[in-house]
């Protein structure tokens, strides 16, 4: 069974760090492309961070380009999301997915985990 679990998640003032892990079972980590995602209050889900199968990277939302890092290790078949410098407006909650990408985040495709809440605010 695919299943994805997400930790991490808190409250950090602005400035601050967090690192999100992703905790993946069921499969093998290193064939699948993987994502974080994000849905603030009142908004839609939004692409965060992907990393593909061959272990290469993309931003995929230019708000968090140079502050946050999407990282695997595959022998711990973890998913990370390192987070610097902290905005109010990074307050959202976080998703990892196995899923395919598409222009607009869909829960429905793929495999999703339950979430954790970042809150930053001081």
């Known amino acids: 069974q695919v299943q994805l679990v997400e930790s991490g998640g808190g409250l950090a003032q602005p400035g601050g760090s967090l690192r999100l892990s992703c905790a993946a079972s069921g499969f093998t980590l290193r064939n699948y492309d993987m994502y974080w995602a994000r849905q603030a209050p009142g908004k839609g889900l939004e692409w965060v961070s992907g990393?593909?199968?061959?272990?290469?990277?993309?931003d995929l939302l230019d708000s968090v380009k140079g502050r946050f890092t999407i990282a695997r290790d595959t022998a711990k078949s973890t998913v990370y999301l390192n987070m610097n410098n902290l905005k109010p407006e990074d307050t959202a909650r976080y998703y990892c997915a196995k899923a395919p990408y598409t222009i607009v985040p869909n829960m429905k495709r793929g495999v999703w985990g339950q979430g954790t809440q970042v809150t930053v605010s001081s």
């Open positions: 990393i593909y199968s061959d272990g290469s990277v993309t």
